[in-house]
C-alpha cells in the first residue's frame, strides 16, 4: 500500500470516528441522528470506493472499533456494526472498485449484503449476549430507522466519490 493510500485510509477512518461522536453528542442527543443517518458507514463506503476491497474491508473493521472508544457505537453493537461496515468496504470496493460496476447498483448491492452480516451477527452473537428480544427489536430497527440515513448516502456518496476521485485520481491507481 502506498503512502497515499495509507494517509487517506487513516483520515476516512478519523472521518468515521468523529462524525459519529458529532452525531449523537454535539447534536441533540435525543433526536438520535446517529440512528437515523448512519454516519459511521461512510468511512467503509468511501475506502472501497478510492481504494477497493482489501483497504474498504480494513477501514470497514477499524473505524467502529476505534470510534467505540468514544462511546459510539456502544457495547455490543459494536460488533454488529464492525461486520455489516466490514462487508460494505469489501463489497463496494470490489464492485464498484474493482469490478467497475455502475456506483448506485454497487451501493445498494454492498448495503442489502452489509445489513445482511448486521442482521446475522445480531441472530448468532447477540442471542447469546441479549437474548432473543433484542434480536426482534434490533431487525425491525435495521429496516425502519436508518431508512432516511440509507438514502441520503445514496446521495452523498456517489457525488463526494466523484468529486474527490476528479481531483485525486484514487480510481485511476
Known sequence: MNTKKITFSAVIIAFGIILPFIFHFAFAPTLQLGSKLLPIHYSAFFAGGFFG??????????????????????????IFITFETAVYGIVFGYLYFKKRNNIYLSLVIAMMMGRIAYLLSVYFIGHFILGKGFVIISTLESFTVGMIGIIVQLIIIPIVIDRINSVYGFSNN
Open 53 to 78: 476491497p482489501l483497504v474498504g474491508l480494513s477501514v470497514g473493521l477499524l473505524t467502529p472499533i476505534l470510534s467505540s472508544f468514544t462511546g459510539m457505537p456502544p457495547f455490543p453493537m459494536v
